[in-house]
């Protein structure tokens, strides 16, 4: 059975960092590409980024919001993606989830997700 | 804003057949056979129900479908049950700056 389980989230401070994991089992990780997802409270989805898998290259895309501040990566061998995330803000503030690609080499659908875990950032 | 625009809100009775709409741009929607749709009930996570605008994934009920025309996908739901009551999301991949864009989501209540 294909499971994702998000980890990592909490009560952080403004300006801070946070590393979120995916421990993946059921599947090969390092066959597929990785994707985050964030919402708000009472909000809707927003993408954040993904990482290919090892056959492209591993390379990664993010949103523009995020850009320059979050940062995926992935160690296959231990099937965890993570997310790793700095100078947080209040408006940071969101369940996140991973969840498997079905499309490698671009951002497509997402055919399992993680439960999420919450991030507060607030003083 | 979100880049994708949904109805906030769609109501029908038990059994009878709503859609949702989602429209983009020729960028995304339009220029793409890239759209997803997703269900989500109070405090669970997204479950995918319709990708590449028309494919259902196993499991999914029939009465879910999809379709697409110029820059405006739609999702139809075809004898509404009450387990159908959540959060519907549509997202498609784009060429813009950020490659994956969701809609704002829309509310489906079953009366």
């Known amino acids: 059975e294909v499971q994702l389980v998000d980890s990592g989230g909490g009560l952080v401070q403004p300006g801070r960092s946070l590393r979120l994991s995916c421990t993946a089992s059921?599947?090969?990780?390092?066959?597929?590409?990785m994707n985050w997802v964030r919402q708000a409270p009472g909000r809707g989805l927003e993408w954040l980024g993904f990482i290919r898998s090892k056959t492209f290259g591993g390379t990664t895309e993010y949103a523009a919001s995020v850009k320059g501040r979050f940062t995926i990566s992935r160690d296959d061998s231990r099937g965890i993606a993570y997310l790793q995330m700095n100078s947080l803000k209040s408006e940071d503030t969101a369940v996140y989830y991973c969840a498997r690609g079905g499309f490698d080499y671009w951002p497509n659908y997402f055919d399992y997700w993680g439960q999420g875990t919450l991030v507060t950032v607030s003083s | 804003q979100s880049a994708l625009t949904q109805p906030a809100s769609v109501s029908g009775s038990l059994g009878q057949s709503i859609t949702i709409s989602c429209t983009g741009t020729?960028?995304?929607?339009?220029?793409?056979?890239?759209v997803s749709w997703y269900q989500q009930h109070p405090g669970r996570a997204p479950k995918l129900i319709i990708y590449?605008?028309?494919n259902r994934p196993s499991g999914v009920p029939d009465r879910f479908s999809g379709s697409k025309s110029g820059n405006t996908a739609s999702l139809t739901v075809s004898g509404i049950q009450a387990e159908d009551e959540a959060d519907y999301y549509c997202?498609?991949?784009?060429?813009?700056?950020?490659?994956?864009?969701f809609g704002g989501g829309t509310k489906l209540t079953v009366l």
């Open positions: 590449d605008v028309s």
């Open positions: 997202s498609s991949f784009t060429s813009s700056s950020t490659p994956l864009v």
């Open positions: 059921g599947f090969t990780l390092g066959d597929t590409s």
């Open positions: 020729s960028s995304g929607v339009g220029g793409y056979d890239y």
